[in-house]
C-alpha cells in the first residue's frame, strides 16, 4: 500500500502532503478539549504559523503551497476550535462597508490592508517594467562608477527614494536597475541589500513606509518619527559597503552599455504619475493602491500597458498576503512594556510577524519611541526575504532569493547592520516615549518612562495640569 501511494504521488506532493500532516499535528493532540486547545501556556495557533514559517524555510521552491495550505489549516482550526473568533468580522469589522469606504477613520477589519498590498504589489511589477522600458537603466551604467562604489551609490540611490515612495517601488525600481547594470547576476547578499535599503529610507520619514503612515495618522509627530533615519543611515552605510564588495567581486557595472539607447520621457512620465498617484491616495485616503491603479489606467492613453506582468507577480502576491492573514490570525493581545528592549526584540520578530499587526498593537499600547520603533519594525523586515513586502516583490524578479538559508548567510551584514544602527540611535538619542492620540506622556505608566508621574506630581503641588500637558509632550524639535 505504501509503494503505491508512493507510485502515484510526485515528490512535490509527497513533501505537500507530509506538511499538511505537521501541521495538523497539534490540532489533533489537543482537539479534544473544549477550549482553545495549547501546548502549555503556548496557544495553537503559534504553533501552527511557526510551522509554516519553518515550511517556508525548509521547502523555499514551494513557498507558495506551504503558504495556502497552512492559512486554509489555519483558518480552519479558529473556526473549530475558537468560539470567540468571526471571521466576517475579522474581515470586515463591525461598521458597515460603505461607511469604512466613505471614511478611513472608520475602517475596520483587515480588507483593507489585504486590498492594498494586492493593489501595490501587482501595480509596482507593472511600474517595474514601464522604468525598465523606458531605457534609463540601460543609461545608467554611463554615470555610475564601474568599481564597487557604483553599486554602493545604487543601494543610497534606492534608500533615498524610498524616503518618499512606497518601499516596494523603491525595491523593484532598484532590482530593475540591478538586474540590467549587472547584467542580470545579482548576487543574492546584493538582492538582501536592495531590501534592506528600501525598508530603512522610509524608516524615517512619515509617507515612506506603510507603518510610519499609521503612525502619522494615529497623531505621532513627523518629528518624533525622523530620527530613525540616525539608525537607518547608520545601517545603511554598514551593510551597502559590504553589499558592494559582494556584487562588485562577482559582477561589476559594464561601462559600455548601448549609446544608442534614448530615454522614454513618456514612459518616465507614466513612471512619475504611478508613484504621485500612491503618495496623494496615500495621503488622502490611506490607500496608495487606489492611486496607483487610477494613474495606470490614465497612463494607457499615452503608453501601451506591460499586462503580461500582472500574471507572474500573482504567485508572490498571494503567498505575501496568506502570511499577512496568518499573522492576524495570532491571538497576540499585548505585548511587553513598552521599552528600547521591546522595540529590539520587536525588528527581529517583523522578521517573521508582518510589520503592520505590530506596527497597529504598538500604538494600542501606546508609550513608544515612534522612531526607533519605526525602524525596527521597518528595516527589521530585511533580515529574511518573506519579512517585508519589498523582499517578496523582489523575489518574483530574483527566485533564487527564496531560499531562506542563503539569504540569511550572504545577506548577513543586514543583520548585523541592524543591531549596529539600533544602538547607534539608542546611544545618541535614548529611549524617548512620545505622544499619539490616545496615549499621553504625562500619564505614561510604564517603569522607567522619563514622563511616568508628572501628571500626579503636578496635581499633588496644586498647578494646573494643562501646563505640563502643554510642556511635556514628548516632542522633539
Request: proline residues 4%.
Amino acid at each position: 500500500m505504501i509503494s503505491y501511494l508512493r507510485s502515484i504521488l510526485s515528490d512535490s506532493s509527497r513533501k505537500m502532503f507530509l506538511m499538511i500532516l505537521v501541521l495538523l499535528s497539534p490540532v489533533t493532540l489537543f482537539a479534544a478539549g473544549g477550549q482553545v486547545p495549547s501546548l502549555g501556556p503556548v496557544r495553537i495557533e503559534f504553533i501552527i504559523f511557526g510551522l509554516i514559517l519553518l515550511g517556508v524555510a525548509l521547502f523555499h521552491n514551494q513557498t507558495f503551497w506551504v503558504a495556502v495550505i497552512g492559512l486554509s489549516v489555519l483558518i480552519t482550526f479558529k473556526l473549530l476550535f475558537d468560539h470567540g473568533f468571526h471571521f466576517g468580522e475579522h474581515m470586515w469589522g463591525e461598521n458597515s462597508l460603505t461607511d469604512q469606504l466613505i471614511d478611513k477613520g472608520m475602517r475596520q477589519g483587515e480588507w483593507g490592508i489585504i486590498l492594498n498590498l494586492t493593489g501595490l504589489l501587482l501595480g509596482f511589477a507593472i511600474l517595474s517594467k514601464i522604468f525598465e522600458e523606458s531605457g534609463v537603466p540601460d543609461v545608467l551604467p554611463r554615470f555610475l562608477p564601474d568599481d564597487w562604489k557604483g553599486p554602493f551609490i545604487l543601494l543610497v540611490f534606492v534608500f533615498v527614494l524610498s524616503s518618499f515612495l512606497d518601499n516596494i517601488a523603491a525595491a523593484l525600481i532598484g532590482g530593475t536597475i540591478a538586474l540590467v547594470v549587472f547584467r542580470k547576476k545579482v548576487h543574492i547578499g546584493y538582492i538582501a541589500a536592495i531590501v534592506a535599503a528600501s525598508n530603512a529610507g522610509g524608516s524615517g520619514s512619515v509617507v515612506g513606509d506603510t507603518t510610519t503612515t499609521m503612525m502619522w495618522i494615529d497623531g505621532v509627530s513627523a518629528l518624533n518619527v525622523f530620527h530613525g533615519f540616525i539608525a537607518a543611515g547608520t545601517a545603511l552605510l554598514f551593510f551597502a559597503w559590504f553589499a558592494a564588495h559582494q556584487q562588485d567581486k562577482y559582477q561589476s557595472i559594464h561601462k559600455e552599455g548601448d549609446m544608442s539607447v534614448k530615454i522614454d520621457w513618456l514612459k518616465i512620465f507614466n513612471v512619475a504619475l504611478i508613484l504621485a498617484g500612491a503618495i496623494i491616495s496615500n495621503i488622502l485616503y490611506d490607500m496608495p493602491a487606489l492611486g496607483v491603479w487610477i494613474a495606470i489606467v490614465i497612463g494607457a492613453a499615452i503608453r501601451p500597458v506591460p499586462w503580461k506582468e500582472v500574471p507572474g507577480a500573482i504567485k508572490g502576491t498571494i503567498f505575501l498576503l496568506c502570511l499577512v492573514f496568518c499573522a492576524s490570525l495570532m491571538p497576540v493581545e499585548e505585548l511587553p512594556d513598552a521599552s528600547w528592549v521591546t522595540a529590539f526584540s520587536l525588528g527581529f520578530l517583523s522578521a517573521v510577524f508582518d510589520n503592520i499587526p505590530l506596527t497597529k498593537l504598538c500604538l494600542e499600547q501606546g508609550h513608544y519611541d515612534w522612531g526607533m520603533l519605526a525602524y525596527s519594525v521597518g528595516f527589521g523586515g530585511s533580515m529574511i526575504w518573506f519579512g517585508s513586502s519589498a523582499g517578496v516583490a523582489i523575489t518574483n524578479k530574483f527566485p533564487e532569493g527564496r531560499n531562506v538559508f542563503s539569504w540569511v548567510k550572504n545577506g548577513w551584514h543586514v543583520t548585523v547592520a541592524y543591531v549596529i544602527g539600533f544602538f547607534v540611535l539608542l546611544l545618541t538619542m535614548g529611549w524617548e516615549p512620545a505622544d499619539n492620540k490616545e496615549h499621553k506622556i504625562v500619564d505614561c505608566p510604564v517603569p522607567g518612562c522619563p514622563m511616568a508621574g508628572q501628571n500626579e506630581a503636578v496635581k499633588e503641588s496644586g498647578a494646573p495640569g494643562g501646563v505640563v500637558s502643554h510642556l511635556h509632550t514628548g516632542d522633539k524639535f
